[in-house]
């Protein structure tokens, strides 16, 4: 969590939501306390913070009134690994489709971009400056380098005095005009990754996962080839910082932070969870069945339970979930029993008024107004 948000009480934290988000303060009110008392977690000895589990929300309100903006606002707040998936877009175990284990993994790889970012502003310079000395090596090939000795000749025999290479200053000339710009659309010649196809196209959604967890990243062996393209030296500069950034940055200690970021202030947000309640009044046949598959399989990861990545392991115990429903024709009481004793705080959010779309459209920090200006 930020160091900023560490001192933030939930009344500041509703006052930093007020400036994007207009009304609903009963549900800010509740999130803004549910985030306060994570990072009140945080400062728990060991023994007692393992045993405190974080509260889910469940967001109750018609479509476009803000539930997923606040979700989203308050993870960039605390700057938390956040994500928001869709309920309906997953099956239940044993159909094709995307297990809603996918939504932890999904989780993961956010946070880990995160971090690599986040560690890549440090080394940004030294990037810059090692994909400048790449670029200048494909202008000017050999200048800088180590010296070969010349080629002897055998006895008898005599061979050509090589042409001059160019020297250090023509280096320096070249990287004055390289930084002006004057070089950017000169064309070089560079190693890029080349495009990687799926060796195995008939596995699909929560098949397909498994396989890339179990092999642990081997399909990146196969597809880890490079092909000589030409670009301009302005494209190979971004190309090359990129690679430079890459190589800089240490994977294995993003993937050990980002990790423990997920697990210990990890937020997922499930919209349309009413999709998947069984209706009351239709029994539990047909379409229905699988819907409450999903319930159950969304259960254990609400509970806590530790999901297989390619990264390693995660623990879900203390990820927050907000799950969010219309729940226009079906009813919260119409999810299973055990799912909704998991979302033991229930928040209506209400519908607008012909006053809070003028106040959206003036008021708020990202106003579509303040954005056409």
Known sequence: MSD???????????????????GQDKAKRSVAIALRNRMRRQRLPKEIRDEVSPKNILMIGPTGVGKTEIA???AKLCGAPFIKVEAT???EVGYVGRDVESMVRDLLASGIQSVKAELQLGVKEEAARRAEER???????????TETPPPQAPEGFSIAAPAPAPTNETREKFRAMLRAGKLDSREVEVAVQAGRNPAIEIFSGNQMEEMEVAL??????FGGKKKKRSVTVKEALIIMAAEELDKLVD?????????????ESGII???EIDKIANREGRGGSGTDVSRE??????????????????WGPVDTTHILFIAAGAFNVSKPQDLIPELQGRFPIRVELEALSVGDFVRILTEPKNALTVQYT
């Open 4 to 22: 900023d948000f560490d001192t933030m009480t939930p009344k500041h934290i509703v006052q930093e939501l007020d400036r994007y988000i207009v």
């Open 72 to 74: 989203r606002r308050l």
């Open 89 to 91: 877009k997953y099956t």
């Open 135 to 145: 670029v200048l090596d494909l202008l000017l090939p050999g200048v800088g380098t």
């Open 216 to 221: 642990g990243g081997l399909a990146n062996i």
């Open 251 to 263: 994977h294995d200690k993003a993937v050990g932070i980002a990790r423990e970021r997920v697990q």
């Open 269 to 271: 947000f499930i919209d």
């Open 293 to 310: 598959g999903v319930q159950r399989d969304i259960l254990p990861i609400v509970e806590g339970s530790t999901v297989n990545t390619k």
